[in-house]
């Protein structure tokens, strides 16, 4: 569904109308393969900058706790980790106006997971998010919708409401208990 998403221009049948970029930001383990490159973490940053110094470069990539040499470390030997804090260091130098979350915090260390979290609960603008952490899911969503094999829930709520919530259960039941439409 993220790439879906995230490629609207790829269409099997019918006629799409786009008018006006959404401004993705992408943040899933297919993209990773984007650091096969010996370029340091300033030089694969700045590429996709339109602001080329260095000093405001930098900034970006410590934000994701990236400090001193270590900005000057090779793409092709970072662990998926750091590959991860890059890409969220990414999509905040584009100005993105969506994310698109895919297990976001998977490869991240706790320190590395607070920054992010903390970044997040000051976005202001649409994130769509898949994940697995309860913590992360709990303290930066207010809309959760569920696509179940019967139909869409659609609730603005905090993630640990829409758990505890008898009517959501009930609903969800409902919609995972359906037999499958022809």
């Not at 030089?43 to 260095?54: P, V």
């Not at 903390?118 to 899911?137: L, R």
């Not at 969503?141 to 505890?164: A, L, Q």
């Amino acid at each position: 569904i993220f790439m879906r998403i995230s490629n609207p221009c790829r269409v099997n049948t019918g006629n799409l109308a786009c008018w006006q970029d959404p401004g993705f930001g992408v943040c899933e383990p297919l993209l990773l393969s984007v650091f096969n490159t010996n370029d340091n973490l300033v030089d694969w940053l700045r590429q996709f900058s339109s602001n080329k110094d260095e000093t405001f470069v930098r900034g970006f990539l410590g934000k994701m706790l990236f400090s001193g040499e270590e900005v000057m470390k090779q793409c092709s030997v970072l662990s998926g980790g750091e590959k991860v804090r890059c890409m969220i260091s990414r999509m905040m130098l584009k100005g993105a106006n969506m994310l698109l979350l895919d297990e976001p915090t998977n490869h991240l260390d706790l320190e590395s997971i607070t920054a992010f979290n903390n970044a997040m609960k000051d976005w202001n603008q649409v994130a769509i998010v898949s994940s697995f952490d309860h913590t992360f899911m709990h303290t930066t969503t207010n809309r959760i919708i569920e696509i179940t094999p019967n139909g869409v829930i659609d609730k603005r709520m905090t993630y640990d409401e829409y758990h505890e919530s008898s009517e959501i259960k009930m609903l969800r039941e409902q919609m995972y208990s359906k037999k499958e439409r022809m």
